[in-house]
């Protein structure tokens, strides 16, 4: 069965797309611990980020870091930080974190409430930094 991510990415259930490309796929995470929290995936479907074939991995990070940077244009944190945890969906991703001040507590389970309004126009000021490139 496929994983909510894979249902993400074939479009069965709506996200906040963040960038594309032929293997990977970035939106905002529906439970944030900061504004602008962006998961980065493969669209293949494997369970453990460890598992990706290096190249795939390496390219992975390459891909999150094209996404960080248009975050950081986007959104101005100190930071983006990243999280992986990879519990909550088996299913590998990357958990890309604006930091915005550095007593700012970054933990995943430590949700903030960002509206629908709002979740439009942090995806839209990413994405539009994302087609910018550097």
């Known amino acids: 069965m496929a994983t909510i991510f894979t249902k993400i990415?074939?479009?069965?259930?709506?996200?906040?797309?963040i960038a594309e490309n032929d293997r990977f796929f970035a939106f905002l995470d529906i439970r944030?611990?900061?504004?602008?929290h962006t998961?980065?995936?493969?669209?293949?479907?494997?369970?453990?980020?460890?598992?990706?074939?290096?190249?795939?991995?390496?390219d992975m990070m390459v891909f999150a870091k094209s996404v960080a940077r248009a975050?950081?244009?986007?959104?101005?944190?100190?930071?983006?930080?990243?999280?992986?945890e990879g519990l909550e969906v088996p299913h590998a991703h990357i958990?890309?974190?604006?930091?915005?001040?550095?007593k700012q507590k970054v933990a995943l389970g430590e949700n903030i409430t960002v509206s629908e309004?709002?979740?439009?126009?942090?995806?839209?000021?990413?994405c539009d930094?994302?087609?910018?490139?550097t």
């Not at 944030?32 to 602008?36: A, L, Q, R, T, Y």
């Not at 998961?39 to 598992?51: A, M, N, Q």
């Not at 244009?73 to 983006?80: D, E, K, M, N």
């Not at 439009?120 to 990413?126: E, K, P, Q, T, Y």
């Open 9 to 17: 990415i074939n479009g069965e259930i709506p996200c906040y797309k």
């Open 32 to 36: 944030p611990v900061s504004k602008g």
């Open 39 to 58: 998961l980065v995936i493969p669209k293949e479907e494997i369970d453990y980020l460890f598992d990706l074939p290096d190249n795939q991995l390496a």
């Open 71 to 84: 975050m950081d244009r986007a959104l101005h944190p100190v930071r983006t930080g990243v999280i992986v």
């Open 95 to 102: 958990h890309l974190v604006p930091i915005y001040d550095k």
């Open 117 to 126: 309004e709002e979740m439009v126009s942090l995806a839209g000021r990413i």
């Open 129 to 133: 930094q994302v087609e910018a490139g």
